[in-house]
């Protein structure tokens, strides 16, 4: 069988969980099946992958309307597949068009979902009714719905209700628990600044609405007075949001010890984020949005416990009480995700991460048992069987 998968990203242009899932399916996938990679940027030096520009003719347009130009092309080169494999709206289109042009199969992965982001209206302008266009034509046509966690297949249900409930299936993102196990090295976190003598809460994540960080920046001002603050995040979606947390960055470091908060703005490599979370007493995920949360994984595979909003798929991965500490939140119904009370999130935040920065013995049972259930639970091996499987009932 020939599986076409369709995607932005793809190595080395990641900058997300959806780039990291196509890495590690794309491996694994490969011992079952004949797999080609279509993807977004510059050439790649990889068999089977083939990079797609953006078109010249549309330089300077809205970057909706380029993506859809790309997807065209991506459709033409999906001649011979026996099933086309699209992973978020940036390539949708692309799976959909194919499906058309060439007869096959279009199985879709949602990573995330379009009215669940209404905030990507101040990235995209107009180009978020495009965004959205392709990826409801996609979803409500695709053969298959794969939703990365129970969580997510109740939002496309919410979001899509024309969609047959038969035709969404739930695959879990995965984790690579070779590359992502403790590592006791020291020299990233002396090189970043990183007071290995002090209890640490760690976040790793895009400067994006969905994340939460300002909600979490707010909550640091609670935090044990000893406590390292370490903030892994750079690529801000909008001028808007990185003006905000840089603001809040300014009034943390005006409240707290300085050299207790470190900002570092730049992507780091996998390894060097590793040795970072193996080092944090607790790992940090406050977002209002998250389909699964494969973030979540990687920390808990570096022996890190986890402390996480009880949102979207993330109960589905973080195990209360064992492996990390869920913080509850009640969200609006308008599709922002933002909590009906912000104080209130805000405080039972810095409360949960105070109990694990405090019980330093707790924290590190958690870790231990959190690796446990990433190696036991969420194997790529496991989850390109159950792909497969996917491809194999829709031809």
Known sequence: MRADLLTREYPPEVYGGAGV?????????RRLADVRVHCFGGPRDEAGVTAYPEPAELSGAN???????VNLAMASGCEGADVVHSHTWYANFAGHTA??????PHVLTTHSLEPLRPWKAEQLGGGYALSSFCER???????????????????????YPSVDPDRIHVVYNGIDTDLY????????????????????????????????LPYLMRACRGLPAEAQIILLAGAPDTPEIAAEVADL???????????????????????????????ATVFVC????????????????????????????????????????LVPIRQL????????????????????LTRLLNDPALAERMGKAGRRRAVERFSWSRIAEDTLEIYRTVR
């Open 181 to 212: 196990s403790p590592s006791f090295d020291t020299d990233v976190a002396d090189r970043l600044g990183i007071d290995r003598d002090r209890p640490s809460v760690v976040f790793v994540g895009r400067i994006t609405r969905q994340k939460g």
């Open 99 to 104: 499906k058309l042009l060439h007869g096959v």
């Open 137 to 159: 034509t996609a979803i409500e046509n695709a053969d298959a719905v794969i939703a990365v966690s129970g969580g997510m297949r109740r939002d496309v249900l919410k979001a």
């Open 63 to 69: 970057a909706a309307l380029r993506t859809m130009g």
């Open 249 to 279: 960055a300014r009034e943390l470091r005006a409240v707290r010890d300085p050299h207790g908060v470190v900002w570092v703005q730049e992507m780091l490599p996998k390894q060097e984020v590793v040795q970072v979370l193996t080092h």
């Open 21 to 29: 899932h196509l890495e590690y399916l794309t491996r694994d996938l």
């Open 333 to 352: 119904e308008d599709g922002t995700g933002t909590p009906v009370d912000p104080e209130g999130f805000v405080a039972d935040l810095a409360a949960t």
């Open 286 to 325: 406050p977002s209002i949005y998250e389909p699964m949360g494969i973030v979540n994984l990687e920390a808990m595979a570096c022996e890190t416990a986890v402390v996480a909003t009880a949102t979207g798929g993330i109960p589905e991965v973080v195990a209360d009480g064992e492996t990390g500490l």
